[in-house]
């Protein structure tokens, strides 16, 4: 069984940065991409942003590109989310992800709001 772990959420003011971690419990090697999801009230889950893990291949929802960076440490099996400029509409429960080829496993989700 695969854990993901997140961290980095939180409470910022509009135009601020915050920072996700995903820490997997095994090598991120094992699978074929990993990225972040996000949930506001009411609304449905969306793809924020993906990295494929055997390159640099990346993939951004409209509303965060140029703002948002997702990247990955291999030696520490974390994938990363930089939040730059944040908006009120960005605030949600941020979840990892990692495709496992035939299954997907979620982290717990962690808050980020973000005040106007």
């Known amino acids: 069984q695969v854990h993901l772990v997140e961290s980095g959420g939180g409470l910022v003011q509009a135009g601020g940065s915050l920072r996700l971690s995903c820490a997997a419990s095994?090598?991120?090697?094992?699978?074929?991409?990993m990225g972040w999801y996000r949930q506001a009230p009411g609304k449905k889950r969306e793809l924020v942003a993906a990295?494929?893990?055997?390159?640099?291949?990346?993939n951004y929802a409209d509303s965060v590109k140029g703002r948002f960076t997702i990247s990955r440490d291999n030696a520490k099996n974390t994938v990363y989310l930089q939040m730059n400029s944040l908006k009120p509409e960005d605030t949600a429960v941020y979840y990892c992800y990692a495709d496992q080829y035939i299954v997907d496993y979620w982290g717990q989700g962690t808050q980020v709001t973000v005040s106007s």
């Open positions: 990295i494929s893990t055997g390159g640099d291949t990346t």
């Open positions: 095994e090598t991120i090697f094992s699978f074929n991409a």
